[in-house]
Structure formats: C-alpha cells, structure tokens
C-alpha cells in the first residue's frame, strides 16, 4: 500500500502552518507500514472521525468510515469493531468532541477494550468554533467566551485514563511527525484498545503550548505500573519541570472480541469476508 493511495481530492482548510497537516502525514505513514508488515489493503482500515478541525481527517484520509455526531466517535468504533471485528479502526477525536461531550464514552471504553486506536487531537480549545474554552484549557486562560480568564482547572485525560486502566496510553507532540508515527505504529499494533493524546498549539486561538514545547521530553519506551505512568501524567499539570511524552501505560488484557465467543468466531471463521 502506497502513501499516495491514501490521498484524496479534497481542497484542505485548514489554516496554513497548522500542527494537523503534520500528523495527517504520520497517520498515513503509520497506516501504510502497519499495513504492510501485516499485509493489509487499504479496505482492511476504517475510521471514525468527529466535529472539529480533528474531523477533517475524514476528507484528506482515503480510508472509509463514519462522520460523527459531536462525542460519538468512541461509540462509533467500537459499533465497527462489532460489525466486523477483523477491520483495523482508528477514531479521530478533538479535546472538546472527547473530553467534554464524549467523556462517558472516554471512560467506558477501557473496560469494553476493543482492538482499535483512539486519537485525539488536542489543541486545549474549541478551534472551529473560534475558541471557547475545552475541559482541558488552562486555567487563566483568556478566551473570547471567558475575557476575565476560564476559572476551572484543567482536566488531564492521561490521568484518568491510567486510573481506568485504559490498555495502553501515550502522548505525543504534533510537530514531531516522526515521533508521532512511531507511536502510532505501536498503537495500532497493540492488541486491544489505544489511546494517544497528541498535543498541539492552535495557531489562531491557542498558542501556549507552543510556548511549552520546550520542556517537552520523551520517556523511556519501557512497561511501568500504574502508579509510576499516573506520576508521570501528573506532571503534565505543573507549571515548572519537564513535560514528559511517550508511552505511558500497557496493560494487556482480554479484548472485547475475545472476552465475547460470538465476535471471536466471527473474527475467525469469517476473516476476509469483507474484502470479497
């Protein structure tokens, strides 16, 4: 499968310069070398994708799939991975589409812990809507919803999925497109459900974690305990310090499709009947 297969004919609007052009080209790069060292086709992937900047992923990825109702996205790829359990699903979700309306979903999904992938582009704002403040804003922030500054704390979703023992967490920085693919890869590798929170400035209403790149740092790719990865996500929320990156969290456990006899016959005795 060829990179260039994955492109499509639709005008790009995003703004010029932004973090998303950077991780559409590591998502196509991860798709093409998972699905070559697996030897899957390009009909063998399906994504689900929300409302948002996030959302145009759909446009510009020549992968089928669903467009979303705002927070639906998590649902939506475990309903593929029900459907048919031997597609390899990725969702697209925006910090406000995931950890706001969508947070139930984000929350369940670990225990369901369908073999899919999960990643949310999180610009710390409402960008399409022109920058009202998501659960993950900073506190201060000014906003144009909150011109005397968004009073509540951020939420840190890699600490609540560590403590939901989600089966594998990671963060990644969007302009490292490398780094990213890298993740990606070992995501969609992953034998169940993988969350990757990529952060991103937004050059138009949100350029403050452009200005904590610099305190960026990536961790050991190693497997931890809980208590150690929830450590480590904490420290996302100081405002002094290194801000660490990478894999957080792996723990492997029974896959939706393995925990129900139904989906893993189906997932065996029917591989491939989607591609006649």
């Known amino acids: 499968m060829k990179v260039d297969e994955l492109d499509t004919e639709a005008d790009v609007t995003w703004c010029p310069g932004c973090n998303n052009f950077m991780l559409l080209s590591a998502v196509r790069n991860a798709i093409k070398s998972h699905g070559e060292e697996n030897g899957y086709e390009r009909k063998d992937f399906s994504m689900a994708a929300g409302i948002g900047c996030h959302g145009k992923m759909f446009d510009y990825l020549d992968v089928g799939g669903v467009y979303n109702l705002h927070g639906r996205v998590i649902p939506t790829l475990v309903g593929m991975k029900m459907g048919n359990p031997n597609l390899q699903v990725i969702g ?105 929170d990529v952060v991103m400035p937004c050059l138009k209403y949100n350029m403050n974690i452009q200005e904590m790149q610099e305190r960026f740092t990536y961790i050991e790719d190693e497997d931890r305990a809980r208590k150690e990865a929830l450590e480590l996500a904490s420290r996302w929320n100081e405002d002094e310090g290194e801000l660490p990156l990478g894999i957080f969290y792996r723990n492997r456990k029974e896959t939706m499709s393995e925990r129900r006899k139904q989906l893993s016959e189906l997932k065996e005795e029917h591989a491939g009947w989607y591609q006649t």
């Open 92 to 196: 697209f979700g925006g910090d406000g589409d995931t950890y706001a309306e969508g947070v139930s979903h984000f929350v369940h999904v670990s225990r369901l812990n369908p073999d899919a992938t999960m990643v949310v582009h999180n610009n710390e704002i409402y960008a399409l809507t022109t920058g009202q403040a998501t659960p993950t804003t900073e506190k201060g922030y000014r906003t144009k919803a909150q011109p005397r500054g968004h009073f509540e704390p951020s939420m840190n979703p890699l600490e609540l999925a560590i403590i939901n023992e989600t089966s594998f967490v990671a963060r990644v920085n969007a302009s490292d497109a490398e780094k990213v693919q890298e993740v990606l890869e070992k995501a969609m590798d992953w034998d169940g459900y993988a969350f990757v």
